[in-house]
C-alpha cells in the first residue's frame, strides 16, 4: 500500500475491526491480510477502478482480494489484488477516499453534536450507566479494598457503558491522604481509573462532592463558593489541574463534573434549617452560620469558574455541573424568597441559568415527583441545544410494581431522546434500599439498562444472556464463544478484537487475543483474564478458541491470525483455567493436499475411543469456500506437532445448502450414545451465518440432520438479525446441553454471545423454549 493512500486511510481514523465476508481484517499498518475470498463481483467492479503497478506498494505472494468494509459511517471497499508478487494499484471512485478528512475527526469520548444531542465514535449516541459512587472512596478509606475491580468486570459484562463516581473525598478527613503522601492518594485514584479501563467504562469523574468539603477542608464558609478570589477558589483551582491533566489523555473519561447538587441548597427560604452537617471528627466546622448559606449566585460563580479552568487544560470534553433539578421552586426562591411553584417559563429560566458558559451540557438529577418536570428539562435542553445529562435517577427498596416503575422511567429517558442518564446506585452497601449489582436481587435492572441501551440503537428483544466486552473498541464486542465447567465454576474462552488505537495501552498487542470469562451461574459473567500473543507464531494475533476439559486440565486449541493462508492451530493446556503453558511445537496443526489452501481455523476438539479427534475450518485452493477437516491424535499423547494425523483426502463438510453460502466453519461437538453430534456455522460472517447440525458415527463421514438451520438469525431490529453464529456446545456435570453462539443487529459492528438451551429426542437436537 503507498503511503499516500495509507495516510488518507489513516485520516479517516478506520476502526480495528474492518470485516471483509467472515473474519475481521486486522492490522492495515503491517498489512496483515486474510485468506482470499472469493472473486469480486459487479457491484464492486462497478464500484472500483483497480490497475496493476500504481498506486498500491507490492504486496508479495498474497495471493488473495481483500474487502475492507466500514470506513467510519461511510461505506467503502478496499481490494488487493489476487496472484502474484506484483504491486497492485487501488482506484477509488467516487472520490470517498479521494475525499478531505474531516476537519475534526471523532474522538474517544462523547462529544455535542451541536444540537443537544452527543456523538460517540462519530455515531450519535444515547447511553445508560450507572453511578458507581464509592469505587474509589473505598479504597481511598482502606488501600486493600481493590473490589472496584470486580464492578467494573461485572459492568463490562453486563453492558453498562459509564460510570458516574465521586474523585474526591466526601468529607474533608478523606483528603488528608491528600494533604500528607498526593503520591499515593493519586497511586489510588490512578488504579481507579485504569480499572476502568481495563473493562472498557467510561467515567464521568465528580471532583467537589460535598459542597462544604472544599471550605471546611480550608477553613472558609460556604459562602466562598461564592468568591474567586478565596481560599474555597484556589484549592478548587489546584485539584481541578492536577486530576484533569492526570486523566485528560484517558481515552475512556468521557466529561468533567464540578459536583453533586448543589443548587438543592441555592436561595433556600429556610437555610438556617438546611445547613452543613457538623462533624468535627471527619473534619468539618465545629459550628455554622449564615455565612455558610448558599445562593444561586456564589453556585453559578463556582461552575463558570470551574468550567473555565477545565477549558484550559482539556478544550473538547463534555463539562457538567452535577447537579440535580432545580426545585419546583427555584426561580421564585431566588426572586422573592418563596415557595411558590414556578412556571415553565421560570423553570427554564433558572435551569439554564444554573449551567452557565462555558458548561457544554444541562444537568439533572430525576427522583419522584421530580419525572413530571423532565420533560421541561428536555425541552429546555433542546432551546439550549445542550446535551441533557440526568447524572442520577431511581427509587428506593423494592416495591411490588418495581419492575413496571422501572421500566417506565427508563421509557421516559427513551421518549424524551435524553443523550445520557445514570442510575444510582451501583455497589454502594450503605444504601440497602437503592443498591444495585449483578449478584443481588436488584441485578435486574442491569439488564434493563443493558437492555435500554440496546434500543436506543433501534434493538428490541435482547436476551437475557447479551455477554459482550467493551475493553477494546469501546463498544460491545466479543466472538467465538467456547465455555467448560472446570474447578467449580463455568469458564467461557472467546475472541478479543485488536484495540482501537485510540483506546490501546502502551503494551498493548497488535492483533486479536483471547479473552477468559468466569460464571457460576452461566448467566452472570464477568472477565477475569486475557491471553495474549507470546510464541512468535502468534505475534499477529490468535482467536477462536476451543477449550476441553481433559484428565484434571483445560486444554485449549485455537488458531493464529492476521497471516493469510498460514494460519493455523496452536494448543495450550493450564492447571486453573487462567494462566496456560504453550505447546512448545505450535503451531501444531495446519492442512495439507491439493484440496484445500493450507489454512486452518476455528479449532474443536472431542475425544473419540482412544483418539482426540481436531476439527478445524479451512478453504479450497481459489480461497472461494471454507469447509470442514478432522485430525487425530493419540488422546494419552501430549498433542504435539508430529502426534497429528490427517483424516480422509478432502473435507468431511462443505457447504451445499443455499442457506450455507460458501462457507462452513466453526464446527462444535457433543457426543450422544455412539453418535457425534456437530453444530456448525454456515454462511459467511453477516451473510448471515446461522447454525446447521450433522451427525456422524465415525467422525469423519456426516450426514445433515435437516436442510433447515438449527439456529437462524434473526428478523429486522432484533440483536441477532445480522446473524446467529459461530456455536460452541457444553454439556453441563448434569447432562443438560447449552449452545453459545454469536450475534449481532449490526453487520458486524458489535457482537455479543448469547446461550440457547438444547433438549433432544435421541440424537436429533430440540431449542428449549
Known sequence: MSQTIFEKIASRKIPADLVYEDEPVVAFREIHLQAPPPCINRAAQA??????????????????????????????????????????????????????????????????????????????????GVNYFDCFLRVLHDPSNTTYEAGFAALNARGIPFARFCATGFWPRD??????????????????VASARRHGIG?????????????????????????????????????????????????????????????????????????????????TATSRSARDDLTFAMIRTAYAAFAREVRQLDPHRLILTGDSLPRPSAWHQEQENSWKSDSQDQFTAIFRSLNPEPINTLSAHVYEKDWSRLAWAAEAARLERKPLVVGEFGFPGDPPNARTLFAEQLDTLHRLAVPLAALWVYDFPSQPEYTVTAENARGWKLDALAAANWRAAGVTNLPALAFADRSRLGRPYAKDPSVVRFGGRYLMYFSLPPFAPELAPANAPRGWSIGIAESRDLRNWRKVGELWPEQECEQNGLCAPGARVLNGQVHLFYQTYGNGPRDALCHAVSDDGLRFRRNPTNPIFRPTGAWNNGRAIDAEVIPWGDQLLLYYATRDPTGRTQMLGVASADLRGNYQRDGWRQLGDGPILRPE??????????????QRGDTLVMFYAGGYNNDPQQVGVATSRDGVRWERLTDQPFLRHGAPGAWNSSESGHPGAMVDDDGRTYLFYQGNPDKGRTWLISVVEVEWEGIRPLQKP
Open 657 to 670: 445448502l443455499p442457506w450455507e453460502t460458501r462457507c462452513i466453519e466453526a464446527p462444535t461437538l457433543v
Open 203 to 283: 467515567l464521568i469523574p465528580s471532583l467537589f462532592w460535598h459542597y462544604a468539603c472544599v471550605p471546611d477542608l480550608v477553613g472558609e464558609p460556604v459562602d466562598q463558593w461564592g468568591n474567586e478570589n478565596s481560599r474555597t477558589h484556589a484549592w478548587m483551582r489546584e485539584y481541578t489541574r492536577e486530576v484533569v491533566s492526570r486523566y485528560r489523555n484517558q481515552p475512556h473519561v468521557w466529561a468533567w463534573e464540578f459536583g453533586n447538587e448543589f443548587a438543592l441548597q441555592g436561595c433556600l427560604p429556610n437555610a438556617a434549617q438546611h445547613r452543613a452537617p457538623i462533624h468535627p471528627s471527619l473534619g
Open 175 to 192: 483528603l488528608l491522604l491528600y494533604q500528607t503522601n498526593r503520591a499515593e492518594y493519586f497511586r489510588r485514584l490512578d488504579a481507579v
Open 47 to 128: 464500484d472500483f477502478a483497480l490497475q496493476r503497478g500504481r498506486g498500491v506498494g507490492a504486496v508479495a505472494g498474497l495471493g488473495l482480494w481483500v474487502e475492507v468494509m466500514k470506513l467510519l459511517s461511510c461505506p467503502v471497499r478496499i481490494f488487493y489484488r489476487a496472484g502474484t508478487a506484483s504491486a497492485v494499484a487501488l482506484l477509488v471512485l467516487g472520490g470517498l477516499l479521494g475525499a478531505a478528512a474531516p476537519a475534526t475527526p471523532p474522538r474517544p469520548y462523547p462529544q455535542p453534536d451541536g444540537q443537544g444531542g452527543l456523538t460517540y465514535q462519530g455515531r450519535p449516541l444515547r447511553a445508560v
